[in-house]
């Protein structure tokens, strides 16, 4: 991969809790068009990372950059505005509201005009419309009713729409925070499914999360997190669900970046 | 130690394998065979208001047949739309709190003070009727204004703030207006305005006064910001789930500050309309609205929970108590029975909102 660019990449991120070291001099580096799974222990500071990634967390120290170009996220929404999507594991959609409101919360489009500018009416047409374009782009259009309540929705479609909300605006980079945690296997298969999709739409993706196999089966490259840092980069083709378990408890040790 | 690595067909687990080779897409609307009892469920859960509206054509009918066609007459119903004016007014402000998961105990206290201001403005310090009635508006407003600092900045919890503030507005209204009222000719002598929701007009047989036509007029704009603006989702979307809408980019404090001074400043065309109404100026007037709009909003279908309800609801809820309350009273029952029977329907209401509220019937 050397030579490209990460679409995203930190160096040296420190985050301390009082006394508590969060971030330890943390790395982490994503590429165009892939999968990038980040696997760690509970309490290895993964979680962090992605916060401080996504602008929910200020790092005390270190540098993010989008492009190459260094980036202060002050709250997730000047991470969203620069393109940085995350899905949450509580996916952050209002239940009784519709699968088209939803999509468009916090960025309702108004209609043209008077009726938008004094009125503030709302486009509901259009809103729907891209709505849905969007769901069929992603494979999800057979909801037949767009403004049907999410609350009516299985967990898989829940999940579904809170991942076509970040892929429509999107535009640099998804995370994806324990996706199928909640899900059943045969949803599980089909965020799967979607998790590639989006990849082969050129969106890059980060996935957190502890399943392994669902971790080694969609992820292009690894990033193991241990004691607050990137323990190591390993990939699915050469390495093992062991080697990787290995890794994150520190069974063994990898000098940081070998894989 | 090295396990093969799962990729592909071939590894998955049979069970996994059934579920891949299976039909269907992440998200599927799955429209199967359902019951009558199923089909009920949903309708009515689609449809928050359909449960109110049924219960009004239903005891309308059942007047009808009580107390004969006296009840039906377009005069006794224009009254029945003139008796809930004042509370289905609050009501507006009440469905605003309730719909962000809060409720206010103070719109009664909001609206007397708000009464009470407009009325010493104009009769005792001689201001313009119409500065006297924009001060008190924005008396109405400032008191949203710190309910919803209470609430937003404070961190209380909207039943203590406004349990709270009930009683200090009562006591300020109690103090700027010397416990006393002002008469309704000192009104009409010197600021006409302050009655013009009690002007009246006829139509069809019927009385309708310019109060009830703005309180119409209020629900229709209520509702137009609450359906066609990014606001009024944004409203919905915090009482549905706050840290759902906090992620999504909504701020929170900022939508429930905008709703509490909104109430206020209804509550406070709530007073407006409540002079028009009785004429006067009274510190001791609307001392049960609290809890009188309270009733309109959920026998209107609204939950107590939050975002979701509607604010047509609240204006049926309104119309059912006063249905009830005129109906009872010309069938020559006695008041007690009124209460009695307002008690029940509420109980009635909350029960079914639980029943639909329920995503699965």
Redesign the interface.
């Given at each position: 991969m050397t030579g490209v660019t990460p679409i995203l990449e930190a160096n040296g991120l420190i985050k301390r809790y009082g006394r508590v070291t969060a971030l330890d001099r943390a790395d982490f580096d994503l590429y165009p068009g892939e999968v990038l799974a980040v696997i760690g222990d509970n309490g290895a500071g993964k979680s962090t990372l992605i916060k401080a990634l996504s602008g929910a967390v200020m790092p005390d120290q270190g540098v993010i950059r989008l492009h190459g170009r260094p980036v202060r996220f002050g709250n997730?929404?000047e991470a969203?505005a620069a393109g940085i999507e995350t899905v949450?594991q509580?996916?952050?959609?209002?239940?009784?509201?519709g699968i088209a409101?939803?999509l468009f919360?916090?960025?309702?489009i108004?209609k043209p005009g008077i009726l938008g500018s004094v009125?503030?009416?709302?486009d509901?047409a259009e809103m729907q419309r891209q709505a849905r374009r969007e769901?069929s782009e992603?494979?999800?259009?057979?909801?037949?009713?767009i403004n049907?309540?999410v609350?009516?929705?299985s967990g898989?479609?829940r999940?579904?729409?809170a991942v076509a909300r970040s892929a429509a605006f999107g535009s640099q980079v998804v995370i994806l925070d324990e996706p199928t945690a909640a899900l059943g296997?045969?949803?599980s298969?089909?965020?799967l499914?979607?998790i590639r999709q989006l990849r082969d739409q050129g969106l890059p993706i980060v996935l957190i999360s502890h399943n392994m196999?669902h971790v080694?089966?969609v992820a292009d490259r690894i990033h193991v997190h241990r004691l607050g840092r990137r323990a190591a980069v390993i990939r699915?083709?050469t390495h093992?669900?062991?080697?990787a378990v290995a890794i994150m408890t520190g069974a063994t040790e990898v000098e940081p970046g070998v894989a | 130690?090295?396990?093969p690595?799962?990729?592909g067909p071939h590894d998955l687990t049979a069970?996994?394998h059934a579920?891949?080779t299976?039909v269907?897409?992440?998200?599927?609307?799955e429209?199967e065979a359902l019951s009558l009892g199923r089909r009920i469920h949903r309708f009515f859960?689609?449809n928050p208001t359909a449960a109110p509206a049924l219960v009004l054509v239903v005891s309308v009918l059942a007047f009808v047949v009580l107390v004969g066609e006296r009840f039906l007459a377009p005069f006794n119903l224009s009254l029945v739309l003139q008796q809930v004016t004042i509370i289905g007014t609050l009501g507006i402000a009440q469905t605003l709190i309730i719909l962000t998961m809060g409720i206010d105990l103070s719109v009664g206290a909001i609206m007397v003070l708000s009464s009470v201001v407009m009325g010493r403005m104009a009769v005792d310090y001689g201001l313009p009727p119409s500065l006297a009635l924009a001060v008190g508006l924005a008396t109405g407003a400032i008191c949203g204004l710190i309910n919803g600092g209470l609430v937003t900045r404070l961190k209380l919890p909207p039943f203590i703030a406004t349990l709270g503030t009930w009683n200090v507005f009562f006591a300020l209204n109690l103090w700027y207006s010397k416990s006393e009222a002002i008469r309704s000719q000192e009104i009409a002598a010197t600021a006409p305005l302050l009655q013009w929701g009690g002007t009246a007009f006829e139509l069809f047989g019927a009385r309708f006064t310019y109060g009830s036509i703005l309180m119409l007029a209020l629900f229709c704009g209520v509702w137009?910001a609450l359906n066609?603006?990014?606001?009024g989702?944004?409203v919905?979307?915090t009482g549905?789930?706050k840290?759902?809408?906090e992620?999504?980019?909504?701020r929170t404090r900022r939508v429930l500050l905008s709703v509490y001074i909104v109430a206020g400043l209804i509550c406070a065309i709530a007073a407006w309309l409540l002079i028009g109404r009785t004429g006067s100026v009274s510190p001791q007037a609307g001392f049960t609205a609290n809890l009188d709009s309270i009733t309109a909003v959920v026998i209107g279908g609204t939950s107590l929970f939050g975002?979701?309800g509607s604010i047509f609801g609240t204006l049926i809820g309104a119309l059912i108590v006063g249905v009830f309350r005129n109906g009872l009273a010309l069938a020559g029952v006695d008041v007690l029975w009124q209460e009695f029977t307002v008690g029940m329907l509420i109980i009635v209401a909350v029960t079914t909102d639980q029943w639909i509220r329920r995503?699965a019937a």
């Open positions: 997730p929404m969203r949450y509580t996916l952050a959609v209002s239940p009784a509201l409101d939803n919360l916090g960025r309702e108004r009125f503030r009416m709302l509901k769901l992603l494979g999800l259009l057979t909801i037949q009713n049907q309540a609350e009516t929705l898989g479609q999940q579904g729409v296997v045969k949803e298969r089909r965020v499914n979607l196999p080694f089966e699915p083709d093992s669900m062991s080697d | 130690m090295t396990q690595k799962p990729s069970h996994e579920a891949e299976s269907g897409q992440v998200a599927r609307f429209e859960h689609a137009y066609w603006t990014a606001w989702r944004h919905y979307a549905d789930d840290d759902a809408a992620l999504a980019g909504i975002g979701r995503v």
